[in-house]
């Protein structure tokens, strides 16, 4: 069965720092991948997503990932983050041959001052 | 438009007790979703709709029943109240296929005492 990793479980940091976020998935044919963002008190959103072409995609405010076939890699990265980056991360992948999402099981993030 | 609805927002129930959540969209889209969050676990799949009339399991359905008689609801069933089933509950939404953007709905929270 397919599966997403995501191995940070929490990460705390403070403002200007960078982020990087580890997803991996297991399932050898072509995916899709996304990754959603989910703020205190707010709904789920995308953040990005991935589905060909270009491997360094680009999100909302100032993320970025870049898929690594080679890896099953889809890391989420941020050059410097800001306190509202506070959040819930999650990687989700979609196989071509499903209707499923299947979601990692998250990353807390917490920006300090 | 109000996007993704859900009802209650919070809820207890007494173990045996049955309920349903209350899931709407307005924005046409055909696929619809039910996703359970635990602590530590992401987001769980429990059943998906492509349209209406169709339903089909997801990772984790025991427990739970869903129709889908208008593209607009949703709704989520628990029969028999069990202290398992203690989550937040969010629907989402995508317009044509799974590999669209989905849009969630804000969550109801659930215990099961």
């Known amino acids: 069965a397919q599966s997403v990793s995501q191995h940070n479980h929490h990460v705390i940091l403070s403002e200007a720092a960078s982020l990087e976020l580890g997803c991996n998935y297991s399932?050898?044919?072509?995916?899709?991948l996304f990754w959603y963002v989910q703020y205190p008190g707010q709904h789920l959103q995308l953040l990005l997503k991935y589905f060909s072409g270009d491997p360094l995609v680009k999100g909302i405010k100032g993320f970025e990932a870049e898929f690594i076939k080679s890896k099953f890699s889809f890391n989420l990265r941020k050059p410097s983050v800001q306190w509202s980056d506070t959040a819930e991360y999650f990687c989700?992948?979609?196989?071509?041959?499903?209707?499923?999402?299947?979601f990692g099981t998250g990353t807390r993030l917490q920006v300090f001052p | 438009n109000a996007g993704v609805t859900q009802t209650p927002k919070f809820r207890i129930l007494k173990i045996g007790q049955s309920m349903t959540l209350q899931c709407a969209q307005d924005m046409n889209h055909n696929y619809m979703y039910w996703y359970r969050q635990d602590p530590g676990m992401g987001l769980k799949l429990i059943y998906y709709?492509?349209?209406?009339?169709?339903?089909d399991k997801g990772e984790v359905p025991n427990g739970y029943n869903v129709s889908r008689s208008t593209t607009e609801d949703f709704p989520l069933r628990l029969e028999l109240a069990a202290p398992s089933q203690t989550s937040v509950y969010f629907c989402?939404?995508?317009?044509?296929?799974?590999?669209?953007?989905?849009?969630f709905g804000p969550g109801t929270r659930l215990t099961v005492l």
């Open positions: 989402a939404s995508s317009p044509t296929r799974v590999s669209d953007t989905q849009y």
């Open positions: 989700a992948v979609n196989t071509y041959n499903t209707d499923k999402l299947i």
């Open positions: 709709s492509v349209g209406a009339g169709i339903t």
């Open positions: 399932y050898g044919g072509t995916v899709n």
